[in-house]
Nanobody, 123 residues
Framework: QVQLVESGGGLVQPGGSLRLSCAAS????????IGWFRQAPGKERERVSC????????YYADSVEGRFTLSRDNAKNTVSLQMNSLKPEDTAVYYC????????????????WGKGTLVNVSS
């Protein structure tokens, strides 16, 4: 049974940092593409980052490029998203999602989803 659990969200000041983690079970993480998506109220869920299985290639949305860093720890079976220089527009529920092997631009290609963790960037 595949399960993804996010953690690390919370309230942070603009310009601050948070580190989100996604713990995976029932899935060989090193062969999985793990994406981070976010959804603000009234908006579509959008991909912000993804790491592919195998070679571990990473992808970032333009809005987070240079501020967010995605990493995989196969030993701990987790994927983390380090978020720096946070902006109010980063406020959203953040979800991790998984699918075999390769990242996709489409959230519809992700087979497994966590329940999300809230990130609130506010002064």
């Amino acid at each position: 049974q595949v399960q993804l659990v996010e953690s690390g969200g919370g309230l942070v000041q603009p310009g601050g940092s948070l580190r989100l983690s996604c713990a995976a079970s029932g899935f060989p993480l090193d062969y999985a593409a793990i994406g981070w998506f976010r959804q603000a109220p009234g908006k579509e869920r959008e991909r912000v980052s993804c790491i592919s299985g195998g070679d571990g290639s990473t992808y970032y949305a333009d809005s987070v490029e240079g501020r967010f860093t995605l990493s995989r720890d196969n030993a701990k079976n987790t994927v983390s998203l380090q978020m720096n220089s946070l902006k109010p527009e980063d406020t959203a529920v953040y979800y991790c999602a998984a699918t075999p092997f390769s990242c996709s631009d489409s959230k519809h290609d992700m087979l497994y989803w966590g329940k999300g963790t809230l990130v609130n960037v506010s002064s």
